[in-house]
């Protein structure tokens, strides 16, 4: 199964800074239908959406079935940090 990523998704703050606790949502392409995630490549496992980032601003890495999706990060207070439509898997 593909794992969706690029290289590495990675919440930074403007400043450089590592942006702890940022969301990462995974929605069909085009909608705000959450999908399904997750943790290997059997997608046995499923992952709560959004995932969270650790303290350096890293997401887990996630598997979801062949298609395409949006992802849209989001900062601890709310703001669309970037979004991205029509990643493919």
């Known amino acids: ?15 450089g800074t590592p942006c702890a606790g940022a969301e990462l949502h995974v ?3 085009g909608t705000d239908i959450r999908s399904d995630i997750y943790s290997d490549e059997a ?4 992952l709560q959406n959004p995932l969270i980032a650790d303290g ?3 997401f887990p890495v996630f598997y979801a079935r062949n298609g395409q999706y949006k992802v849209k990060i989001v900062a601890p207070n709310g ?4 979004e991205v439509d029509k990643v493919s898997a």
């Open 1 to 15: 199964m593909p794992m969706i990523k690029d290289p590495r998704w990675t919440a930074i703050n403007l400043d």
């Open 27 to 29: 929605f069909e392409s």
């Open 43 to 46: 997608l046995l496992t499923r």
């Open 56 to 58: 350096r601003g890293y």
């Open 79 to 82: 703001a669309t940090v970037s």
